[in-house]
């Protein structure tokens, strides 16, 4: 199953894709209160959208992410090995959290807004993992069973106030508004035989800057859901961005910025591509 929220006149709709449009699930206005009432609910939902006369044209609508809502946007840091090589980094030994918050999250074709306070923003492709069953110390063997699917992700990343700033403080670098492009949709985990095994890549205006697999994770999914919830109650719709493989901007040298009018593009096999445009800072 494959879901999307669109923004209609009438506010965020839950829909299901069908036949190349976005069909919308009657009464579903939050794709969170959608995936907390069960795998079941979200399976009825499905049937419902599919018989759903309102439908929308993808190439017209304002898509916002999956899930636009969460309670918890949570990321991994330096989670492929050859990217900690990259960043001059040891392979953490334990996962490296940092956060985002819903300020940050837009969908597919949205515009990334470069910040006027940095001058040094970088792309990042990651896959996303969708949060489907509430849960607190979580075993390994059971985690993936909280899992309710993967969506494309986009880690903007403000090089100068990740790294530069006293503390090591990441996550300011990381939660700018439109930092976290997410989309087009959420597939559900059942047609994602192995989210360790995903081929994951960037472009930047045409030119292929990421290219590696999800085989390279350090800690694979039911590892970083086992670990989060030994610290916090994992909630249905909470966001995992789980990493990025080699090839960022800041590695490069020289070092390769967003640029306004720049085009980045996200893709995982089986999952779809995230588009998005770069803008400059127009807030007045
Ligand atoms: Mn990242």
């Known amino acids: 199953m494959r879901f999307v929220t669109v923004m209609t006149e009438q506010g965020p709709r839950a829909c299901g894709v069908f036949e190349g449009a976005y069909a919308e699930i009657d009464g579903a206005t939050s794709m969170r209160s959608l995936l907390a009432q069960g795998p079941d609910a979200l399976k009825d939902a499905w049937r419902i959208a599919k018989q759903s006369p309102k439908r929308h044209d993808p190439a017209r609508v304002r898509l916002l992410a999956p899930v636009p809502d969460p309670s918890k946007i949570l990321c991994i840091g330096l989670n492929y090995l050859d990217h900690a ?11 490296i959290l940092f956060t985002k918050y819903a300020n940050t999250l837009i969908g597919h074709r949205e515009p990334i807004i470069l ?4 001058q040094e923003v970088d792309y990042e492709a990651e896959l996303v993992v969708v949060i489907g069953k509430r849960g607190k110390h979580i075993p390994l063997a059971s985690a993936l069973d909280h899992v309710a699917g993967y969506a494309v992700g986009h880690d903007v990343s403000a090089r100068d ?13 990381k939660t700018f508004d439109t930092f976290a492009p997410i989309g087009p949709e959420l597939v559900t985990a059942d047609e994602v035989p192995d989210p360790h095994n995903l081929g994951i890549r960037l472009r930047l ?7 590696s697999s999800t085989a390279q994770l350090i800690f694979r999914v039911d590892a970083l859901v086992s670990y989060l919830s030994r610290v916090m109650t994992l909630e249905p719709g909470d966001l995992i961005f789980t990493g990025t493989p080699p090839g960022v901007g800041m590695a490069r040298k020289p070092p390769v910025w967003l640029k306004p009018g720049d085009q980045v593009e996200v893709e995982i096999d089986g999952l779809g591509t995230l588009a998005n445009p770069v803008a400059a800072d127009s807030y007045s």
Do not use: C, F, H, V
Request: charged fraction near 20%; charge should be negative; glycine fraction near 12%.
């Open 85 to 95: 090589a990259e960043s001059g980094m040891q392979p953490p030994s334990e996962p």
């Open 115 to 118: 910040p006027r306070e940095s």
């Open 161 to 173: 106030w990740q790294l530069n700033k006293p503390g090591k403080q990441w996550t300011i670098g």
């Open 205 to 211: 205006n045409g030119q292929t800057m990421q290219d």
